[in-house]
Nanobody, 123 residues
């Protein structure tokens, strides 16, 4: 799966951004999709995951209630709506796909990654 992420930018605290991740090469069927982020000097972390089987999305505690992951299967696109942004949300955001049976929380199990899009939140 080839992934293309877009929608990052610079916003003031309290603002919103919507990230998009489109796929080429195969559909999102039987593919777990996730958004991850990596801030300078920190490890890559899970932001939100959309399991393909229709299970409820998973959110990191730090973003729950502010971010929403959604999927448009017809367009093979996954979105991350980010509201009430905080300076600590500043990071490079990546979308990723997992086609194997590993746990959805296993970052290393995601086998296709987009190029990343920068999100900067100013105070």
């Amino acid at each position: 799966v080839q992934l293309q992420a877009s929608g990052g930018g610079m916003v003031q605290a309290g603002g919103s951004l919507r990230l998009s991740c489109s796929a080429a090469g195969r559909t999102f069927r039987a593919v777990d999709m996730g958004w991850f982020r990596q801030a300078p000097g920190k490890e890559r972390e899970i932001v939100a995951i959309m399991p393909w089987r229709g299970d409820r999305p998973y959110y990191a505690n730090s973003v729950r209630g502010r971010f929403t992951i959604s999927r448009d299967s017809a367009k093979d696109t996954v979105f991350l709506q980010m509201n009430s942004l905080k300076p600590e949300d500043t990071a490079v955001y990546y979308c990723a796909a997992k086609t194997n049976a590993a746990q959805i929380y296993d970052v290393l199990a995601y086998d296709s990654w987009g190029q990343g899009t920068q999100v900067t939140v100013s105070s």
